[in-house]
T-cell receptor, first 113, second 116 residues
Framework: KQEVTQIPAALSVPEGENLVLNCSFT??????LQWFRQDPGKGLTSLLL?????REQTSGRLNASLDKSSGRSTLYIAASQPGDSATYLC????????????FGKGTHLIIQP | DTGVSQDPRHKITKRGQNVTFRCDPI?????LYWYRQTLGQGPEFLTY????????KSRLLSDRFSAERPKGSFSTLEIQRTEQGDSAMYLC??????????????FGPGTRLTVT
């Protein structure tokens, strides 16, 4: 059974810092990995999708990497802003696309103005 | 099309009542997923449709839960004889799928269920 772990569970940093969120998964037979953000009481907003054949994806100040063999992904946020404050969720897809995504518990991020 | 929509956004019901939620996916997406999220946890997969066919059900989906996607368009999730443990956010997502791959999942705003 796939398990996803996110470290740290919570993080508070001053505005402007670069930061890294970590995600690990137990079964390397994945077909893709997605990073989401979730604001309190809201649905999920997709940030980046990495297919299993890819090593990284970039969107604006965000960069996500994938090392499938070691079961790890990182989300790098450059020049953090207060608007980046949210819970960041890592999710992996496996089972030929039929099993849905398996999520971690998330990293609760606070950017201090 | 502005994204995945869900209705209602909030539902309060008494234990033992039946409830039904609706999800309208992005129109060109052939795959539709239901998830459940409780406080402080990541979403948990419940079930999945490709077009109108329900292809996968999690063991979390007890016999009191049923989902349909008639004509491969919108989907409904019904919970019969609700219990307090059913209180959660119910999330719907859709994506494009093709032979050997699947694209990005886009989520709706969710339906928050409170069972009293």
């Amino acid at each position: 059974k796939q398990e996803v772990t996110q470290i740290p569970a919570a993080l508070s940093v001053p505005e402007g810092e670069n930061l890294v969120l970590n995600c690990s998964f137990t079964d390397s037979a994945i077909y893709n990995l997605q990073w989401f953000r979730q604001d309190p009481g809201k649905g999920l907003t997709s940030l980046l999708l990495i297919q299993s054949s890819q090593r990284e994806q970039t969107s604006g100040r965000l960069n996500a990497s994938l090392d499938k063999s070691s079961g790890r992904s990182t989300l790098y946020i450059a020049a953090s802003q207060p608007g980046d404050s949210a819970t960041y969720l890592c999710a992996v897809g496996s089972g030929g696309g039929a099993d849905g995504l398996t999520f971690g518990k998330g990293t609760h991020l606070i950017i201090q103005p | 099309d502005t994204g995945v929509s869900q209705d209602p956004r909030h539902k309060i019901t008494k234990r033992g009542q039946n409830v039904t939620f609706r999800c309208d996916p992005i129109s060109e997406h052939n795959r539709l997923y239901w998830y459940r999220q409780t406080l402080g946890q990541g979403p948990e997969f419940l079930t999945y449709f490709q077009n109108e066919a329900q292809l996968e059900k999690s063991r979390l989906l007890s016999d009191r839960f049923s989902a349909e996607r008639p004509k491969g368009s919108f989907s409904t999730l019904e919970i019969q004889r609700t219990e307090q443990g059913d209180s959660a956010m119910y999330l719907c997502a859709s994506s494009l799928g093709w032979a050997g791959g699947v694209g990005e999942q886009y989520f709706g705003p969710g339906t928050r269920l409170t069972v009293t």
